[in-house]
């Protein structure tokens, strides 16, 4: 079973502070992606990334950076973190794409004052 | 509008009854994957059924693409069950883009 390692699990912060959430898979996976999740919805897809030091832009990208420093690590960057950032964020990583089962962390739980 | 429509929004059962969740498409389909979230958060892929008829189990996955809709059978509903299920659509081929629908809440009751 491929395993997805985020961390922090939870993480409380006030406006304009400065916060990342670090994600780690151990199987080599190509595909790393970060997506978002607000109460009562379903996920939307943040950054992701093919391999190490490639950045793809996913659908709300604004006022995220994002970083993949190995073929491991993959990083979410909130630079002046908002309350509209307030949120469950998961990280997940897969072989490839369609077909390829998509593996998710456990998730970080996001609280901007 | 919303690409991905689930519903319904929330189901409850009797342990025994069985579930059918629907997941509807606005946008052309390259790929439908099932994903069931506990309700602790964590999500676990069921299914990736771009077309045609899968089973695992107690589970079907049925997409139609020409009437863009995919469903979910879950037979002899277990109270392990209850948590969200998740459908997906990737845009373009082998883009890695999802676009979730906002879920189904099944509640299993004993």
């Known amino acids: 079973e491929a395993a997805v390692t985020q961390s922090p699990r939870n993480k409380v912060t006030v406006t304009g502070g400065n916060v990342t959430l670090s994600c780690r898979q151990t199987?080599?996976?190509?595909?790393m992606y970060w997506y978002r999740q607000d109460t009562g919805h379903g996920l939307r897809l943040i950054h992701y990334s093919y391999g190490a030091g490639n950045l793809q832009i996913g659908d709300v990208p604004d006022g995220y950076k994002a970083t993949r420093t190995t073929q491991e690590d993959f990083f979410l960057l909130l630079e002046l973190a908002s309350p509209s950032q307030t949120s469950l964020y998961f990280c997940?990583?897969?072989?490839?794409?369609?077909?390829?089962?998509?593996?998710f962390g456990a998730g970080t739980r996001l609280s901007v004052l | 509008g919303q690409q991905v429509q689930q519903s319904p929004a929330s189901l409850v059962l009797q342990e025994g009854e069985n579930a059918e969740l629907q997941c509807n498409f606005s946008?052309?389909?390259?790929?439908m994957q099932w994903f069931y979230q506990r309700p602790g958060g964590s999500l676990v892929s069921l299914f990736y059924n771009p077309s045609g008829t899968k089973h695992s189990g107690r589970l079907t996955s049925t997409t139609v693409i020409k009437e863009r809709r995919s469903s979910l059978h879950i037979s002899s509903s277990q109270t392990t069950d209850s948590g969200t299920y998740l459908c997906?659509?990737?845009?373009?081929?082998?883009?890695?883009?999802?676009?979730f629908g906002d879920g189904t809440v099944l509640t299993v009751k004993p």
């Open positions: 199987n080599s996976h190509n595909y």
């Open positions: 946008t052309s389909l390259n790929s």
């Open positions: 997906a659509l990737e845009r373009g081929t082998n883009t890695g883009k999802l676009t």
């Open positions: 997940a990583s897969s072989v490839g794409t369609g077909e390829n089962t998509l593996y």
